[in-house]
């Protein structure tokens, strides 16, 4: 359990010992002063077969935030599609900057390029801040890049996929605390309203949960309430609200030793990457606490699975089929965590590894 929170990585070089720390196969940084490009991509693990992971567009507030975020989001990537049974490695990139004042063609072709240049050891895809048409434009440069629109032959905006896998994962999660998986009557809080979000509150409420809602797009909320009836909160309160079920759906890190005091809920499930602020201290937290913490590598899989399934000729049908098997794995995951005494987060990544050093031991024998 490594947390990287705290480590200035830029200072004497620490990047390569914070590389070693987590496992990192490979970086690359990527610049275009003309263009306006200033990118990179993470790799961290490739035994089970090239990295893929989306490519995140954000304004980042340091140049030290971005290469943490990055580090932290393709490590999560190889343990996501471990445990998820995918033949694939976990990588990562993220643009820096406003992509409303930055995104154009030529950007994105350039950073296609930069992807090209790894020879298949990198698969792009859509991420936070970049669109299946931004793909498009990747895609011009480089065929390592799936989620492509679906007249291109590519499954489309992920998003219905992710929030299909949080849903299941959920509902594993309540048989697990309650005794049966219907959301039914259950209480939810949703927080962050983008297209994940909406699509899970969309299946809550088609379940009849009740559901709490925050964002810090007015016109996202608006949107919920009128299409669902949800309740708006402000995103304080959304902590502290008396419910069975939370649901962090935007940024990660939001699980520290301040909101995780502030939980009223027996469940924490969600499709943002990296909730928890630090892995170990925050996990077992939460275990202390008697709240159930879904991974999210694992319960937000649904996207990986979707664009995953293009390397072969995209099939919706087999994407949600495959992103059923979260349901119970969510179960094995919490059945484990409860058998060892441990918390749910290392229960999974023990899982994950394990999978991943039996492929390289496979590997390593004639």
Not at 285 to 297: A, G, H, R, V
Request: net charge negative; proline share 2%.
């Amino acid at each position: 359990m490594i947390d990287i929170k705290e480590k200035n990585i830029l200072n004497d070089a620490r990047i390569f010992s914070t590389m070693a720390e987590l496992e990192h196969e490979q970086i690359m940084f990527c610049n275009d002063n003309e263009i306006g490009l200033k990118a990179i991509i993470a790799i961290h693990n490739t035994v089970l077969g090239p990295g893929l992971g989306g490519t995140r567009f954000y304004n980042y507030q340091s140049e030290s935030d971005a290469i943490r975020d990055v580090l932290r989001l393709s490590r999560g990537m190889t343990y996501k599609a471990s445990i998820s049974g995918l033949n694939l490695g976990g990588a990562k990139a993220i643009i820096i900057g406003d992509p409303n004042k930055l995104r154009s063609e030529v950007l994105f072709r350039k950073f296609g390029r930069f992807i090209e240049n790894l020879n298949g050891k990198y698969i792009t895809a859509e991420d936070v801040g970049t669109t299946t048409g931004d793909m498009e434009y990747i895609s011009m440069e480089t065929s390592h890049v799936v989620g492509l629109p679906e007249i291109k032959g590519g499954g489309g905006d992920p998003s219905p996929v992710t929030a299909y896998g949080v849903y299941l994962g959920m509902k594993a999660a309540a048989k697990h605390v309650y005794g049966n998986d219907s959301l039914k009557d259950k209480t939810v809080a949703v927080q962050g309203i983008g297209k994940v979000g909406y699509n899970l509150i969309e299946r809550l409420h088609k379940e009849g949960a009740k559901i709490y809602i925050t964002d810090i797009n007015d016109g996202n909320v608006k949107r919920a309430v009128a299409d669902f009836g949800a309740i708006s909160v402000s995103n304080e309160d959304i902590f502290e609200l008396n419910v069975d079920i939370f649901a962090p759906c935007a940024m990660g890190a939001i699980l520290n030793s301040s909101n995780i005091n502030k939980l009223k809920c027996s469940i924490v499930a969600g499709a943002a990457n990296n909730q928890l602020e630090n892995e170990e201290e925050h996990g077992m937290m939460l275990k202390s606490k008697n709240i159930i913490y879904i991974p999210d590598f694992l319960i937000n899989a649904g996207g990986l699975i979707n664009v995953y399934s293009e390397v072969n000729g995209y099939n919706k049908k087999i994407a949600f089929d495959q992103t059923e098997k979260i349901y119970q794995t969510t179960l094995d995951i919490l059945q484990k965590a409860q058998n060892e005494n441990t918390h749910t987060q290392r229960a999974a990544i023990a899982i994950a590894e394990n999978r991943i050093k039996q492929v390289m031991l496979l590997k390593s024998t004639i």
